[in-house]
């Protein structure tokens, strides 16, 4: 592995960007995410950066609480949007090479329902799509879908591992070459490449066969992001990319090594998943112009925007000083467990007061680099010379400014170094990720046909 490797680049182009006040910066349309266009120029921008896919994140409701009370209202982020798996066939129509990814929950979704939209992506894309596994976690979305409290952290797991398998095996209903089309011989298809799946399980009881027919890719590509015990085995066993989160090359280099490490108890070589921390750069020809752009940023934020930014973690701090230190003897629901950990952590290590943490939050958290282009690829070689990440997934901090920054003057950057393509390699996200072609698991085994009656 001493060999200089090609980074993956991701770029998450859901909503405005990625700083809570971005919906306040003159450069950006306030309404942007209710906007094809607005999409459509990013996923555009981020094609002739030759990224390997666009990402949407998704939520099935607003959860972003109104904490403390009217809140919500002075905040932009994450409230209206839309629908991923409506929104990424029109990009895929407008687009040519570029992965389109989109979240859909194990919670509140069905197996098939999921197999079937992102068979059909594949097939509309011509071999571009991508899932991004996730458990609903927050109580907003459980009210959209009969329930007053979301599932128990193990059971959405449980679950989650689960709907993979039976999607996963929906996926393979059909071995390639199953669809004859013969209209001389009279066969539609070989009923020797056609399976059924019969699964029934503790949550899921699902027949098949999906009536979706072979993909280009043979299956969409599988992403995940979960960073608990619990998500690091289930993207060992099943993942292809994970999207991480780390603030440190330290904390990253461990997480590599121990997903990494547990990938032969699988069957798996240690290349057949990318993982890809998130990276937030604000990047400018001059140091001076890079601090500038985030100095703006920062400055529109509101404080009361800020201190809903902590509440998940930290509850209502309105009653203390936002200059005073960040308490530690009370906290709020920990809905995103893995964040919550990391911000106490911080707040541990650094003894921020609420206002540096709410700043940093918004405007750096995660892991971010404000510099030229030549300071930022520096971070990033170096996170990839120390097997820190495989690429970063790129989290612009406004929309459409943060994409067209990054290919303008970063791009060219990896480039000149030799660090990131300057064509795409195939057609498909799979081959522009340097994936192994998916096997069909039937075409493995050299399994007998079953027939559908």
């Known amino acids: ?116 939209k992102f068979a059909t992506l594949d097939l ?76 029934r399980g503790k949550h899921f009881q699902v027949r098949g066969p999906l009536n979706v027919g072979e993909m280009p890719q043979g299956r969409p590509v599988l992403f995940q992001a979960g960073a608990s015990e619990q998500g690091r085995e289930m993207a060992a066993a099943t993942a ?15 997480y590599y090594a121990d997903v990494k490490r547990r990938l032969s108890a699988y069957g798996r070589d240690w290349d057949d998943l990318k993982i890809m921390p998130a990276l937030r750069p604000i990047v400018g020809r001059t140091a001076a112009e890079a601090r500038a752009k985030f100095d703006e940023m920062q400055a529109l934020l509101d404080p009361m ?17 936002l200059d005073g230190p960040v308490p530690l003897d009370r906290l709020g629901p920990q809905e995103l467990r893995s964040f919550s950990e990391r911000w106490v952590r911080l707040v541990r290590e650094k003894n921020l007061t609420i206002r540096q943490l709410y700043e940093h939050q918004a405007g750096a958290g995660g892991f971010h680099l404000i510099g030229t282009a030549a300071e930022i690829v520096d971070v990033m070689e170096a996170w990839m010379a120390a097997e820190a990440c495989d690429g970063f997934n790129i989290t612009p901090s406004i929309l459409p400014g943060g994409c067209d920054d990054f290919v303008e003057l970063i791009t060219p950057e990896l480039q000149r170094r030799g660090l990131f393509r300057t064509a795409y390699e195939g057609r498909t996200l799979r081959e522009n990720l340097g994936l192994k072609p998916h096997v069909n698991r039937y075409s493995r085994q050299a399994a007998p046909a079953r027939a559908f009656a």
């Not at 095996?169 to 009279?186: I, R």
């Not at 930014?309 to 203390?320: A, E, K, M, N, W």
């Open 240 to 254: 292809d990319v994970i999207y991480a989160a780390h603030d440190t090359m330290e904390a990253a280099r461990a």
């Open 1 to 116: 592995m001493g060999a200089k490797r090609m980074m993956r680049l991701g770029m998450s182009i859901r909503g405005l960007g990625y700083h809570p006040a971005a919906w306040r910066h003159p450069d950006v349309p306030a309404n942007g995410t209710v906007s094809f266009q607005h999409y459509l120029r990013n996923a555009q921008t981020a094609e002739r950066g030759l990224c390997d896919m666009v990402f949407f994140a998704d939520g099935i409701g607003i959860r972003e609480h109104d904490e403390p009370p009217g809140a919500l209202a002075r905040s932009g982020y994450e409230i209206i949007e839309m629908e991923p798996l409506t929104l990424l066939p029109a990009l895929a129509a407008r687009t040519s090479r570029i992965g389109l990814v989109a979240t859909a929950s194990t919670t509140y979704n069905e197996p098939y329902h999921i197999a079937r």
């Open 124 to 199: 509309i894309s011509e071999g571009r799509a991508g899932w991004n596994v996730v458990t609903s976690w927050s109580e907003a979305e459980a009210r959209n879908f009969n329930r007053e409290q979301h599932l128990d952290y193990a059971t959405r797991y449980e679950r989650a591992a689960e709907f993979v398998e039976v999607v996963t095996g929906l996926w393979d209903s059909w071995e390639e070459g199953a669809f004859l089309y013969d209209k001389a011989g009279g066969r539609f298809y070989d009923e020797s490449r056609a399976h059924v799946l019969d699964h």
């Open 305 to 321: 925007v800020g201190l809903q930014r902590l509440y998940g973690t930290f509850g209502d701090l309105r009653g203390y000083d």
